[in-house]
């Protein structure tokens, strides 16, 4: 079974500054690995998604997130925040075959920004 | 291009009744995804729909059942509601031979009393 760990529950940055989030995932093959964003009452955002090639992918907003097999993580980043970024930030792992093709989430990482 | 919509936004039920929520997939898109979320937790899959056929289920109990009709639209119902079912509820839609690129709608809160 897989599964997904945030180890940060809550980051606070200063605006401007650069951002890592961490994410560690359990699955016995190559995963499928997402991050999305959820504002407060709101759905999630997809930022970007690994499915497989190079391992450092790009998202949307200025984000990237780096898959490293070695560690079973999947950190995102961001080269300087700003405050609109301020959200609930979730990293997600899916079973790499078909009809399998639930995601399993981590408990999120609050990201609060201050100016 | 239209995003996943679901319906009602809110919704206040009594413990033991029934309730069905509904989602509308994003143009193009042929699978959907049901999820909980509690407060403070990370959404639950509960099931996922392909072909009006159920493709995949979490660990919830049988009287939580979905629909999925030749749109590619799909209802949630849940019944004989319990307290802990109070949470988000969040429909995702994936397109053709995707179903792992998942695309959510902006849920539908349910409180339970």
């Known amino acids: 079974a897989q599964s997904v760990t945030q180890p940060d529950i809550h980051i606070t940055v200063s605006e401007g500054a650069s951002l890592e989030l961490r994410c560690n995932y359990s699955y016995g093959a190559t995963p499928y690995l997402f991050w999305y964003v959820q504002s407060p009452g709101q759905g999630l955002q997809l930022l970007l998604k690994?499915?497989?090639?190079?391992?450092l992918v790009q998202g949307i907003k200025g984000f990237e997130a780096e898959f490293k097999r070695s560690q079973s993580s999947f950190n995102l980043r961001k080269p300087s925040v700003h405050w609109s970024d301020a959200a609930e930030y979730f990293c997600?792992?899916?079973?790499?075959?078909?009809?399998?093709?639930?995601?399993?989430f981590g408990t999120g990482t609050r990201l609060t920004i201050i100016p | 291009e239209t995003g996943v919509t679901q319906s009602p936004t809110h919704l206040i039920k009594t413990r033991g009744q029934q309730v069905t929520l509904r989602c509308s997939s994003q143009?193009?898109?042929?699978?959907v995804s049901w999820y909980q979320q509690a407060l403070g937790q990370g959404p639950q899959f509960i099931f996922q729909y392909y072909r009006e056929e159920e493709n995949g289920r979490g660990n919830f109990p049988p009287r939580f059942s979905g629909l999925q009709f030749p749109n590619y639209s799909s209802e949630l119902n849940v019944n004989a509601l319990e307290l802990d079912d109070s949470a988000l509820y969040l429909c995702a839609s994936s397109p053709p031979r995707g179903g792992h690129e998942q695309y959510f709608g902006p849920g539908t809160r349910l409180t339970v009393t």
């Open positions: 143009s193009g898109h042929n699978t």
């Open positions: 690994y499915f497989s090639g190079d391992t």
């Open positions: 997600a792992v899916g079973a790499s075959n078909f009809g399998n093709e639930k995601l399993t």
